[in-house]
């Protein structure tokens, strides 16, 4: 079972772009609060945290690549109704 990702165990879960694009605002916000803190170890911790942010929206951008992919091969998801997944097995 998955927690977070839509499955069919779990309909109501969420595309795996929208939690990631969730993440990288969290990441962004807290980058923000200690951007102008000039000691090394914070500069350090920024800019590991510019570096995840490049990850991060890679990989939104690959999540919804491969959502646009099934949308046009086998047309909208129906996993929140109960549907049965578009590739794969259940």
Same mark, same amino acid.
Request: charged residues 25%; aromatic residues 10%; hydrophobic residues 35%.
């Given at each position: 079972?998955?927690?977070?990702?839509?499955s069919d165990e779990n309909p109501?879960?969420?595309k795996l772009e929208d939690i990631l694009t969730v993440?990288?605002?969290?990441?962004l916000?807290?980058?923000s609060k200690v951007a102008l803190d000039e000691r090394p170890e914070?500069?350090?911790v920024v800019s590991n945290n510019m570096e995840v942010?490049?990850?991060l929206t890679r990989a939104i951008e690959l999540a919804k690549?491969?959502?646009r992919t099934?949308? *046009? !091969? #086998?047309?909208?998801? *129906? !996993? #929140?109704?109960?549907g049965a997944p578009r590739v794969g097995v259940a």
């Open positions: 079972m998955t927690r977070f990702l839509v109501g879960g969420y993440i990288r605002a969290d990441v916000k807290r980058s914070a500069q350090h942010l490049q990850h690549d491969s959502t099934l949308d *046009k !091969a #086998f047309g909208p998801s *129906k !996993a #929140f109704e109960g």
